[in-house]
């Protein structure tokens, strides 16, 4: 008897739950008045700390908003959002990302530039192997980290790699800023170039040595509110808020170098 | 086609299964059907067709095939020395905890596979707890080296391979086993020539699983062996690098793994049922 009935308690079940699943969907698409407005943010990695403190300044601004700060490399974002991800704003580490977003008209406005970084070398705290210069990363025996090409860090790495004359591989390309640094705090590598800001987010967990010529290849972080945003009026707020003279002073703090 | 005793294991009224086929089964089924074919099918409309040539011409395309399916080849291979032997004593051996080693065994299984590549760098990285005696003994490093990505492949893929091995054991005879002994073979001897025969078919099918879950790997290994064209980026690593610059590089990768993964595992299917029913 139990073998009959299995199999429709399950299917029902299984119903059950489709239905389910498809009321919450709806109740998310529309929300209730009263409940917070949700403000999604798209950032390139290397501002996950600097956002962080900016959300906190926006969310005591606006007492009834939850705001969602997601961040990867700047490739990846820009590639979502033109996939068509739910973000209200986009803020981008280099020109070139930012340019695949407004080529496909996504941009609610013109972007803003509303900083600029700098490569540096991070090494591990408890430096073992000792790179002291960028002419370390030739020697035998020891292993950096870049990000992939494509992505904003990475190529500006490149850049100043080439600009630099150094004549040594990566061991490995990693997808994003911050995940470059985290193969340097784990001592998996004996280097890896990251922003400026990543190296003071990281404090004590790496040694830096300083870049000769990081400056001629400095990148630009962009930002906008998305055509697709919704929540536009927030999404400008939050545009208004980074570029403010309050939102430039967290920048500085984070060693974000201020817009030209 | 069908040897005689086949017939008796499906007497096909006996239950009164008779009449179409319940609705409840049929539709859940379709579902199930369309969510594994639709995004094939996207796939497939989505690709540049029109410079698919020029494409898949790129060397580079093809670096990324072969480390591809010599790491997963090779990490099968691992798998098959080090897993079936396990298999063995699980199903065959008197060791004390036995459920609790076939629990170990599943924890890949069930553990996502970045949280693998995480737990690899804390065995086997530079500061690992292995990994920092490799490294200091005998300068070993595993991370970012194709041995890496092979390391994490067959961590992901050996659950694979011993549960079908243990599954083939257990519905083999075992009786053939004593008879071998009684004839005065050792134990080794009945393994190699009366037990591991017996048993082909599941090694050969869990062989399979774990080449397919070898080949597709991707959290443990970019985790763990990090990402580097030729040693250590595989396809489904491009695949992600390519999504975030060139969505149709990214599906043309994505469709050569399909066409190679697909093809391999009908041509072995193909094999083994001709020569089991030979």
């Known amino acids: 008897m139990h073998r009959h009935v299995q199999p429709r308690t399950v299917t029902t079940a299984a119903c059950l739950l489709l239905v389910a699943g498809a009321v919450s969907c709806s109740s998310v698409a529309q929300p209730a008045d009263g409940r917070p407005a949700e403000l999604t943010v798209f950032a390139a990695s290397s501002l996950t700390d600097a956002f962080a403190d900016v959300e906190h300044t926006f969310e005591a601004e606006h007492p009834d908003v939850e705001v969602e700060v997601i961040v990867d490399s700047s490739s990846t974002l820009a590639e979502q959002v033109v996939a068509g991800a739910l973000a209200d704003v986009l803020a981008t580490a280099d020109e070139a990302t930012m340019q695949r977003v407004t080529d496909e008209g996504l941009a609610a406005h013109r972007p803003v530039t509303f900083a600029r970084n700098q490569l540096t070398l991070v090494t591990p705290a408890d430096d073992r192997t000792s790179v002291q210069s960028v002419v370390d990363l030739e020697r035998d025996g020891v292993t950096y980290a870049v990000c992939v090409p494509d992505a904003p860090c990475g190529a500006a790495a490149r850049a100043l790699l080439d600009l630099l004359g150094v004549d040594a591989e990566p061991v490995t390309e990693e997808e994003n800023v911050r995940a470059v640094l985290t193969k340097v705090t784990a001592g998996e590598v004996d280097a890896g170039l990251v922003y400026v800001s990543d190296a003071e987010a990281a404090g004590a967990d790496v040694g830096v040595v300083d870049l000769p010529r990081a400056g001629e290849v400095l990148t630009v972080n962009r930002i906008t509110a998305l055509s697709q945003a919704a929540e536009p009026e927030l999404a400008r707020d939050w545009v208004t808020l980074v570029s403010s003279a309050q939102g430039q002073r967290v920048l500085a703090s984070y060693g974000f170098l201020p817009a030209p | ?278």
């Open chain 2, 1 to 278: 086609m069908s040897p005689p005793g086949r017939r008796r294991l499906r007497p096909r009224s006996a239950h009164g299964a008779t009449g179409a086929p319940p609705w409840q089964l049929v539709l859940p089924a379709l579902v199930a059907l369309s969510l594994l074919v639709l995004p094939v099918i996207g796939l497939l409309s989505r690709a540049p067709w029109s410079t698919l040539p020029e494409r898949l011409a790129d060397p580079a395309v093809l670096d990324t095939l072969r480390l591809s399916l010599l790491t997963a080849t090779t990490a099968t291979g691992c798998c098959l020395l080090l897993g079936t032997p396990l298999a063995w004593l699980l199903a065959r051996a008197d060791i004390p905890g036995r459920r609790f080693v076939r629990a170990l065994v599943l924890v890949p299984l069930v553990l996502p596979p970045v949280v693998g590549g995480v737990a690899l760098l804390t065995a086997f990285g530079r500061q690992g707890v292995v990994g920092q005696w490799l490294d200091s003994l005998f300068g070993v490093r595993l991370p970012f080296t194709t041995v890496g990505v092979v390391l994490a492949q067959t961590f992901v893929a050996l659950p694979f391979l011993v549960l079908a091995v243990e599954g083939a054991l257990h519905s083999a005879d075992s009786r053939y086993d004593d008879l071998a002994a009684t004839f005065g073979a050792s134990r080794w001897q009945t393994f190699l020539r009366v037990t591991l025969p017996l048993a082909l078919p599941g090694v050969a099918s869990g062989a399979v699983l774990a080449w397919a879950r070898a080949l597709g790997e991707f959290g443990a290994t970019i985790t763990f062996a990090g990402s580097y064209p030729g040693t250590t980026r595989t396809m489904p690593l491009a695949v992600y690098t390519a999504l975030n610059s060139d969505f149709d590089a990214a599906i043309l990768l994505s469709l050569v793994l399909l066409v190679v993964s697909v093809g391999v595992l009908v041509l072995l299917r193909e094999r083994w049922t001709t020569g089991v029913a030979a």
